[in-house]
C-alpha cells in the first residue's frame, strides 16, 4: 500500500535540470541491477547537457517533476505522439508515450502515482486517447505499478538481438 506524502507537481524548469540528470543517474543503476547487458550508466554531464537542450520544451511535450520539501524526488517525461492517418491494423489515435521515474527512497509514497494522475490529466489536454509506456520485463515492481494502481496492460512484447555489429559484451 501506498503512504501518501504532500508532493507537488509541476512543470520542469531549467533549474531542474541537476535533479533530472540525479533522477535518471538513479533509474540507470536500478535498471542495471536489472539487465547488466542491456543497461548502462549514461555521463552524468551529457544527461545534464541533454536536460539544458530540451528545456524550454516544445508544445507536444512535457516534463513534470514531482517535490517534496523543496526536494525534487521525480519525474515524468511525456511526448505527444499524433496519429499517422496512414491505414494499418492497429487504431490509429493520438497518444502519448510516458517515462517516469522516482528516487529510491521516494518510492511507494504515492510520487508516482500522483505523477501519473498529472499525466493522465495532460494527456486529456492535448486530445490523446492513449497513454503509452515501456518496463523492462524484469522490473516487476514497475509492471505492478502500472497495472494494478494505474490500469495499463500489456498490449506487445519487445524483443531484442544483439547484432555480430554490436561490438559489446
Same mark, same amino acid.
Given at each position: 500500500?501506498?503512504?501518501?506524502?504532500?508532493?507537488?507537481?509541476?512543470?520542469?524548469?531549467?533549474?531542474?535540470?541537476?535533479?533530472?540528470?540525479?533522477?535518471?543517474?538513479?533509474?540507470?543503476?536500478?535498471?542495471? !541491477?536489472?539487465?547488466?547487458?542491456?543497461?548502462? *550508466? @549514461?555521463?552524468?554531464?551529457? &544527461?545534464?547537457? /541533454?536536460?539544458? !537542450? /530540451?528545456?524550454?520544451? @516544445?508544445?507536444?511535450?512535457?516534463?513534470?517533476?514531482?517535490? %517534496?520539501?523543496?526536494?525534487?524526488?521525480?519525474?515524468?517525461?511525456?511526448?505527444?505522439?499524433?496519429? *499517422?492517418?496512414?491505414? !494499418? %491494423? %492497429? !487504431?490509429?489515435?493520438?497518444?502519448?508515450?510516458?517515462?517516469?521515474?522516482?528516487?529510491?527512497?521516494?518510492?511507494?509514497?504515492?510520487?508516482?502515482? /500522483?505523477?501519473?494522475?498529472?499525466?493522465?490529466?495532460?494527456?486529456?489536454?492535448?486530445?490523446?486517447?492513449? %497513454?503509452? &509506456?515501456?518496463?523492462?520485463?524484469?522490473?516487476?515492481?514497475?509492471?505492478?505499478?502500472?497495472?494494478? /494502481?494505474?490500469?495499463?496492460? *500489456? *498490449?506487445?512484447?519487445? &524483443?531484442?538481438?544483439?547484432?555480430?555489429?554490436?561490438?559489446?559484451?
Amino acid at each position: 500500500m501506498e503512504r501518501t506524502a504532500d508532493v507537488t507537481i509541476r512543470a520542469a524548469t531549467p533549474d531542474d535540470v541537476g535533479a533530472l540528470a540525479d533522477i535518471y543517474q538513479a533509474s540507470a543503476e536500478h535498471h542495471i !541491477r536489472l539487465d547488466p547487458s542491456l543497461y548502462s *550508466t @549514461p555521463d552524468y554531464r551529457a &544527461m545534464k547537457e /541533454r536536460y539544458s !537542450r /530540451r528545456l524550454p520544451l @516544445p508544445d507536444d511535450e512535457e516534463i513534470l517533476v514531482a517535490e %517534496m520539501d523543496g526536494e525534487v524526488v521525480g519525474w515524468i517525461d511525456m511526448q505527444l505522439r499524433p496519429a *499517422t492517418g496512414q491505414p !494499418r %491494423m %492497429m !487504431r490509429d489515435a493520438v497518444s502519448v508515450e510516458i517515462d517516469i521515474a522516482v528516487l529510491p527512497q521516494h518510492r511507494g509514497h504515492g510520487v508516482g502515482s /500522483r505523477l501519473v494522475a498529472a499525466a493522465e490529466a495532460w494527456a486529456a489536454q492535448h486530445g490523446a486517447a492513449v %497513454m503509452t &509506456m515501456q518496463t523492462h520485463v524484469a522490473n516487476l515492481d514497475a509492471i505492478r505499478f502500472y497495472q494494478e /494502481r494505474h490500469g495499463f496492460r *500489456t *498490449t506487445g512484447i519487445l &524483443m531484442m538481438k544483439r547484432t555480430s555489429s554490436d561490438l559489446r559484451d
